[in-house]
Structure formats: structure tokens, C-alpha cells
């Protein structure tokens, strides 16, 4: 099973910040073993400029949304075509501020996944419960959901070929975090989610945890076995913290 640290930047750092932290990632990356996959997420107008530095190195670069379509007369929009003609990776899709605040639904994520997939890129699928969904009980089932509508229509050939991250709402850039316990649990429901699919499925996917994830509690959310790694937000900003969250996740697998 792969072991994935990826860093979604948001709308976060410029031109100079954005050097800056990629030159001292590739720097403090250096020492450590190369059994962590480390993504990083740059906004839309940097992700040229970070292809050009990390390229030949250990860091892969991913946008943090695209279109679904495949052109056409959307202002504004990125496809997934665009970015496998830039060179990107991967794209993380279904964010929860893409959901709250641009209003996608788990339709257009799926048809963006499909799009990615269509032109070779990894799609980082997130899901994950709000607040209240959690303290009614309904997390599993809203999880659920989700994934069943965001990643159903998809082949077992295809659902090999992308990423999962659980992000429970409540926990994003709040400082709260899920418990090892929490994270493992909807982690482990996930999988059997996937099992369905098959087994290959099942043993394919990586699950990412996202949600305060920290320097200081990365080693305990990794040690889960059904834990493949984190989707890192504010962390991701700072390369001594996202440096040792690979770390973490490196010492995780031995
Ligand atoms: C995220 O937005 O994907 C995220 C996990 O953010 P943070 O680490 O800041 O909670």
C-alpha cells in the first residue's frame, strides 16, 4: 500500500512564498527515505512554476480542483486536460470548502474524477461529515453517501487508480482533530466501502487522513493500519511541519 503526504495550500502564499517553501521542501526532504509519497497542491497561478522546480525530484504537484468538462465556455474554470498539458499529477476533488462554499455536488465530483482519470491523473476524492452529522450519529452514513455517489459509476480498474482522504469538516483548520480511534474507525469503514469493489480495491487505495493534522499528532493518526498517509492543510505552509509529517508517516511503515 502506497503511503501519501499531500499539502492543499488553498489560496494561500505568492510567487516568492511559494519558491521559498518549495526550494526548503526539497531541501529538508533530502534526508529522508523515499517511501512517502509528498504531494504539494499550489494555487492554479503557481502550479508552472512549481512543476519547473520540483521537477526530477521526489515531489509530485497536484491542482486543487478542476472542471469536469472536457472545454467549452466555462470562465474561469481549469480543466483536466489542461493539467495533465502542464505535467500535474494529481488533483485533489470534492474538497468540503469546494462543496460549502462553490456548491458542488457529489455528482460533479464524480464526473471530475472521471475526467481526471480520463486524462491520467490521480484524483484525491475527499469526503467527510460536518459537525452536526457527527454528533447525531450520522457519520457513517453521510461517508457513505458520498462516496457511493461521488466514486459509484466508476470500474474497479479505475477505482485503483485514485486516492481517498477522510476529512471530517469539523476537524479542518479548527485545530480539533479526529481521535486515532475516530480516524481508524471511519478509515476501516472506508475500506470495506472499497472492498465491495473487490479486493484488489480494497488493498489498492490509499485512505488519507486531513484535518489539523500536525507534526505532534501525525505519528498517532499513522500508526492506524488503515491510516495511509494525510491530506495537510495548514501544516502544508510551513516546510519544518510538513517535512515532519512525512517524517511521521516514513516512521509509520518502519
Ligand atoms: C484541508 O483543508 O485539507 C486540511 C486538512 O486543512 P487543515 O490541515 O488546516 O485542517
Redesign the pocket.
Known sequence: MRTIVAG?W?MHTDSTGARSLVGALLEKLEGLPNTVEAIVAPPFPYLQRVLDQTRGSRIKVAAQNCHQAEKGAFTGEVSAAMLADLGVQACIVG?S?RRQYFGETDAAVGEKVAALLAHGLLPIYCCGERKEERESGRHFEVVTAQLKAGLGELSEADLERIVVAY?PVW????GLTASAQQAQDMHAHLRGLLRSHGSKVAATVPILY????KPDNAAELFANPDVNGG?????ALDADQFVAIVRAAAESIG
Open positions: 492543499n488553498k474538497h470548502e476529512e476537524a479542518i483548520g479548527t486531513g484535518g489539523s493534522c491530506l495537510i492543510g495548514g501544516a
